[in-house]
């Protein structure tokens, strides 16, 4: 688990809500035009402090729980509030063979999620990975893609190229596979596994509706 060394009630949400390990998602102190979490309305693996930590890998076993405590009563548009989720083994195993072939060769640097309040001249640990990764239990392959910040090996120089074959992947990986839409009711917990799962929250009104969501994230450190 990765939390805040110093952890310190918020007095403006319920104690019973807060605790060191737990991320608190949406807007628990009520409307605003800004919600927690919105950089996770993009689809990525989750990261947390793994780029951080010496000896951890990428796709470390890793298996993230969301309990739905408030649930805004719609999304955007008329559609349900949901979070969407993809299977990147069945992403890998819809791919050509000779993609297959050609992805198996290649890595690609990871780094820590990029928060908007992050001071522009931090430089953040990267750590490289196998594009094809192979599941510590189930040795099934899969993809592990992480976020669109995330740059193949060999492409350091050239940002656009990156994120072109980044979003050309995801994007074939996305229109072979069908995504699991979860249409969220009060009291619901999801379970993942992160190392071959990719997942995205969806928009929400939160000028207009509540939501609380509760995160807690478990990461395998057994080989550290
Ligand atoms: O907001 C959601 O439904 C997804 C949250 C998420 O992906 C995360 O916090 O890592
Ligand atoms: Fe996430």
């Not at 350091?156 to 072979?176: G, Y």
């Amino acid at each position: 688990m990765f939390g805040g060394k110093s952890f310190t009630l918020d007095p403006d949400i319920s104690p019973d809500l807060q605790s060191r390990y737990v991320a608190i998602l949406g807007n628990p102190k009520g409307f605003t035009s800004e919600p927690v979490g919105k950089i996770a309305w993009q689809w990525h693996n989750d990261k947390d402090g793994v780029p951080r930590t010496e000896g951890l890998e990428m796709n470390a076993l890793y298996v993230v729980m969301l309990y739905g405590v408030e649930i805004p009563p719609e999304g955007i548009d008329g559609q349900p509030h949901t979070t969407e989720f993809l299977d990147m083994i069945e992403g890998y195993n819809n791919l050509d063979r000779s993609h297959q072939q050609q992805l198996e060769q290649m890595s690609m640097y990871h780094t820590p999620p990029v928060f908007s309040k992050q001071p522009s001249e931090v430089v953040l640990p990267k750590k490289v990975h196998p594009i094809v990764s192979t599941h510590r239990v189930t040795v099934k392959k899969g993809l592990y893609l992480g976020f669109h910040t995330a740059i193949p090996v060999g492409m350091e120089d050239k940002p656009e190229t990156a994120k072109l074959f980044w979003q050309e992947l995801f994007q074939t990986a996305c229109t072979r596979t069908p995504v699991y839409s979860h249409v969220w009711h009060p009291g619901d917990i999801l379970f993942w596994d992160n190392s071959q799962v990719m997942h995205r929250g969806t928009p929400y009104d939160a000028s207009k509706y509540k939501r609380i969501a509760l995160r807690l994230g478990v990461v395998d450190n057994s080989c550290l």
